[in-house]
């Protein structure tokens, strides 16, 4: 995701209804620019029609298949980006290998998650992703879960908050948000921020809420308001635990880290965002 597309989000964000269907024009356009990034070695380019529109999703399937279901993790690229960029970014096909799951990388309309007015249309594309997979490999339905990086991470939040019959768990990355979920039950929720990103900071701007305070809602549930519970430190990040009603949510503070995947090209060594969302995914039951 390129600097200029972050951009473009964050002018979305402020701007009125008007102007974002005139910047949304110009993000597509310029996706339409960008080449077809082609998927690493053992992920598949498949084709499908939601709705009469053309859509499309890379998946990769372990080598050495586990007896039974497997566990599936949907992973949303960023604004103006593509599946292909996500999972060099994320890395989450090398840990499909080793970990024995089930990989997706969806590919946004245009380049982009439209999660913010409606986000009717983009879940059920995913939920079309999900029974395309399950007739082509078998899939644990009570392991499913999303992770993504900002406006990904937009689309994985939408997807825990409004579908948790769908996913148990989500990862958010680099994301922003500019409001909490109010729905219950909603799923499990892990989120990585750090403090030097620019483009959606940590402590907002604008519409956007800060983070923690996401955070915090997101991990209180019916009638109760969850209080910070410090978790062990890694990599140099604040990890904290929110969590009463039934729901959950752990924030990892990373300092001095950017817009970026932790652990990825161009993000902080540690901590291993890919690695420490699917240990909190493994967990859920």
Known sequence: MTRLSVLFALLLLA?????????????????????QIAPLPGTQRISLTVDGAARSYLLHLPREATAGPQPLVLVFHGLGGQGAIVERLSRFSTLGEEAGLVIAYPDGAEGMWRVLRDPRTEIAFVRAVVEDIARRT????????????????????????????????????????????????????????????????????????????????????????????????????????????????????IPGGGHAWPGGPGGAAAPDATREIWRFFAAIR
């Not at 009125?16 to 110009?26: K, T």
């Not at 750090?194 to 519409?207: F, K, V």
């Not at 809602?217 to 969590?243: D, H, I, K, N, T």
């Open 15 to 35: 701007a009125p209804a008007a102007a974002q269907d005139r910047l949304r024009e110009r993000i597509a356009r310029r996706h339409a620019e960008t080449a």
């Open 138 to 253: 078998p899939i644990d339905r009570r392991r499913i879960h999303a992770a993504g990086i900002s406006n990904g991470a937009m689309m994985a939040a939408a997807l825990g908050c409004f579908a948790p019959d769908l996913v148990a768990g989500v990862g958010l990355v680099s994301g922003g948000y500019v409001s909490p979920c109010r729905n219950s039950p909603r799923a499990r929720a892990i989120l990585f921020n750090g403090t030097a990103d620019t483009m959606l900071p940590i402590e907002g701007r604008r519409q956007m809420m800060p983070v923690r305070d996401f955070a915090a809602a997101w991990g209180s549930g019916p009638g109760c308001r969850a209080a910070p519970q410090a978790l062990p430190a890694s990599g140099g990040a604040r990890v904290e635990r929110f969590a009463c009603g039934g729901a959950e949510a752990v924030f990892w503070t």
